[in-house]
């Protein structure tokens, strides 16, 4: 039976670059939409969130390049929490599916698998 799931992931930024920012997001997204063969008409909604040492781009530009032309997507300002890790960016998609939630793939990159620990 299909199901609104939520799939989650983390990566951070190199720098506070243009460049910077959508790689990290473009590499975090494929990684997910490969994990999980997303594919955009089955998106509800994806979330980002970014830390507020990152203002140079938003990541759901890259993700719109890359796949999601059409999905809602929306770009957050992370709370500030001290020692946080920094440059990061997260994601969490919304998505109807059939997997059950402990099928789902979730992914944490360069320095966010810490979130995970």
Not at 8 to 27: K, L, S, Y
Not at 66 to 87: C, H, Y
Request: overall charge negative.
């Amino acid at each position: 039976m299909t199901a609104c799931r939520g799939i989650r992931g983390a990566t951070t930024a190199d720098a506070n670059t243009e460049q910077a920012i959508h790689a990290a997001t473009t590499e975090l997204v494929q990684e997910l939409i490969d994990a999980n063969g997303l594919e955009e008409d089955s998106l509800a909604a994806v979330f980002f969130t970014i830390t507020p040492d990152l203002d140079a781009a938003f990541p759901a530009t890259a993700a719109r390049r890359l796949a999601w032309a059409n999905a809602p997507l929306i770009d957050i300002t992370q709370v500030v929490v001290k020692g946080s890790l920094p440059r990061c960016i997260r994601i969490l998609i919304l998505v109807n599916t059939d997997k059950e939630p402990k099928d789902l793939v979730y992914k944490y990159l360069k320095g966010a698998e810490a979130l995970r620990s």
